[in-house]
Structure formats: C-alpha cells, structure tokens
C-alpha cells in the first residue's frame, strides 16, 4: 500500500466519521425535539385527562409514543451514524469495480508479455490518477507486473497478485470493526431501556397495589418499546453490513479474475509458455 494513501485516506476518513457522527445526532435530536416528543407528550396529557375524568378509553399504540424514550433516540444516532460509514465504504467500492471494466493494460489479444517488457506494462498504470493508482485493481497489476520483472516467473506473479487480494480483504474486513461495533451497541441500548423501564415498574409497585397502575403501565412500555426499537434497528444494520461485505468480497474476487484475464494468461518467458 503505497504511503501516501496512509496519510490521506486515514485522516479523512476520521473526519468523515466524526462530521457523520455529529450530523447524527443533531439531525435526529431535532426531528425528536420537533415532532416526536411533543406528539408523544400530547397523547399521553389526553389519555391521562381521559384517565382522570373516569372516561373508558383504549390507549393508543402510537409510533410516536413507541420512539419518545432516549434509548430510542440513542439507537436511531447510531443507526444514521452507521449508514454513513458504510455509504462512504460502498462508494468507494463501486467506484474500484467500475476499473474492472476497463482495458487498463491495453494488451491486444494473442500478445506475449515478456520479463523485460514490464516496465512498458506500468506505464499505463502510473498514468492513472493518484486516486486511482490506490484502487485494489491497479495495485494488483502492478505488483504482478514489478514480480514478474524481477522473477521471471509467472507463478510468482500469479503469488504476488493473490497477496495482494488477501491483504486488502484482510483490510476491508478490519475497516468494517465500527459498523459492527455499532451493531453489537445498538440492542445493547435496547436492553438498556428495558432494564430502565423494569426498574422505574418496580419503583411504583406500591401505587400499582393501590390501584394505580398508569406509571408501572407507562414504565413497562418504555422498556418494550426500547428493546423492539433496538433490535429492527440492529437487523437493518446487519442487513446492510453484509450486503456492503458482499460487494467487497465480490470486488477482491473479480480483481483477482481480471488480473487472470489481462495480464497472467498473456505472460510467457522465453523458452517456455503459460
């Protein structure tokens, strides 16, 4: 990996998940502070004037009732701040896969490349943009071509551009540690909720003997809404988390055949053939 991606790509992608982070929960605190707490808070006045009036009435399972409590709110932050990783991490997936279908070594068919000709073969690939020189598909190449030049062996260079492809799954694989981080936070926050609930119940135990049970009922569905909250959550997360692996096994996979196609079949050393 060539340093000067460490010393960009970390750092913005730092920063990247800090801003991400910070977007979270303002963007969400306000659509709670704005529009669910203050509907959460309405239905709930209503039913316990109803209550207190001795009306008969069936409470109502709002959506916004079900959302109000800050564990809900905790888990939608992490939930946005999550996506956002893993936008980032498929964009710049899908922008290395569009590489694939280019010609990036422009060997016409029935062309032998030979030791000595690697150097004309990286060219091209110096060429590239410096972006594009860090994709997974131009290193592969490069590393293939630099082994076959040194050499002379084809098995070699099919080792190196291997070498390559497991270095950066091992890679795409440790970057995604946060999401999965997030994933394993996001029902534990749910839990969290329930236990708060469960304990806010049974601080009113007494007044539910008494015959008022509205605090237990209330504090028995924080703890549920909580937990059901958090784990639909979670399994949206999981849900996106593998689709994005998928799309990054695929992309190490069809490097590892592109570089098959373009460059290992068309290597030959003299005196002998691939």
């Known amino acids: 990996m060539p340093p000067t991606m460490k010393k960009t790509q970390l750092p913005f992608e730092m920063i990247y998940q800090l801003i991400a982070l910070v977007l979270s929960i303002i963007l969400v605190h306000l659509i709670y502070v704005t529009l669910i707490r203050p509907n959460a808070e309405a239905l709930l006045e209503r039913e316990a004037e109803m209550s207190a009036r001795g009306e008969t009435y069936v409470p109502e399972r709002s959506i916004y009732i079900v959302l109000r409590d800050y564990e809900q709110e ?29 010609d990036i070594l422009k060997v016409n068919e029935g062309t032998s490349i030979l030791p000595e000709d690697a150097r004309q073969y990286i060219r091209p690939l110096q060429a590239l943009s410096v972006d594009e020189q860090q994709y997974l598909v131009p290193r592969a190449l490069m590393a293939g071509l630099l082994r076959f030049g040194s050499t002379r062996n084809v098995h070699d260079v099919s080792e190196a551009v291997k070498s390559v492809c497991e270095t950066e799954a091992d890679r795409l694989e440790s970057e995604l540690s946060m999401v999965r981080y997030i994933a394993w936070a996001i029902p534990s926050i749910g839990f969290i909720g329930t236990v708060r609930g469960i304990g806010d119940a049974l601080s009113q135990a007494n007044e539910a003997v008494q015959g008022d049970i509205a605090g237990v009922t209330a504090s028995l569905g924080t703890a549920f809404n909580s937990t059901l909250i958090a784990l639909l959550i979670s399994m949206v997360i999981m849900f996106l988390m593998h689709q994005l692996q998928l799309l990054q096994e695929r992309l190490v996979l069809e490097t590892q055949g592109y570089a098959d196609l373009q460059l290992i079949r068309h290597m030959q050393v003299r005196g002998a053939s691939v």
Do not use: D, H, Y
């Open 74 to 102: 905790s888990c939608f932050v992490l939930m946005f701040w999550a996506m956002a990783i893993m936008g980032l991490k498929g964009r710049q997936t899908l922008r290395e896969r569009m590489l694939l279908s280019e």
